[in-house]
Structures are given as structure tokens and as C-alpha cells.
């Protein structure tokens, strides 16, 4: 497993810098000072992240399809907004 140092970043703001591996993982903060960070909490940040961004996908998603049936409720089609949007 790799860390994903976004969560690092996420969980510890002051963080700028992440370096090592799973095993012996090293923060630092703008002055160069390690940071202590906990690797279950950075696990747990991981999945919270992965969530996120699973929802945001399906959100966007889900809008898209809306605006497609309402477009097409007005008999436009995606040629049709590809056309007024000059793409």
C-alpha cells in the first residue's frame, strides 16, 4: 500500500513536504521541521478523500444526464449545445 500524500497535506495543513514510505514516512513543515504524523488517521483521510471525490463524480455525472434530458425535452441535442457553445 501507498500513502497518499494528499491526505498528508489534507490532515496537516503545515505540511509541505513528504518524504520516505509506508514504514518511515517523514513530514516537513515550510522551515524544514519534521512533523509527526499518525498513519491511521492518514488511512482513514485516504478513503474520506476517495469517497469525495467518488460522490463528486457522481454528482457531476448526474447533472450532466439532467441537462441532457432537458435539453433533449426541448429537442435540442448535444450537436445542438456543441453549436451554440462554438465547440
Known amino acids: 500500500m501507498s500513502i497518499n ?6 490532515l496537516y ?11 518511515e514516512l517523514v513530514a516537513y513543515d515550510a522551515s524544514h521541521d519534521p512533523i509527526l ?4 488517521d492518514i488511512l482513514v483521510e485516504e478513503q474520506r478523500l ?11 455525472a448526474t447533472a450532466e444526464a439532467e441537462t441532457e434530458a432537458k435539453l433533449e425535452a426541448l429537442g435540442l441535442t448535444k450537436a445542438d449545445l456543441a453549436a451554440l ?3
Open 37 to 40: 504524523v499518525n498513519i491511521p
Open 85 to 87: 457553445l462554438g465547440q
Open 13 to 23: 495543513p503545515s505540511v509541505v513536504t513528504v518524504k520516505g514510505n509506508d514504514e
Open 50 to 60: 476517495e469517497a469525495e471525490a467518488i460522490a463528486q463524480a457522481e454528482a457531476k
Open 5 to 10: 500524500v494528499e491526505a498528508v497535506f489534507s
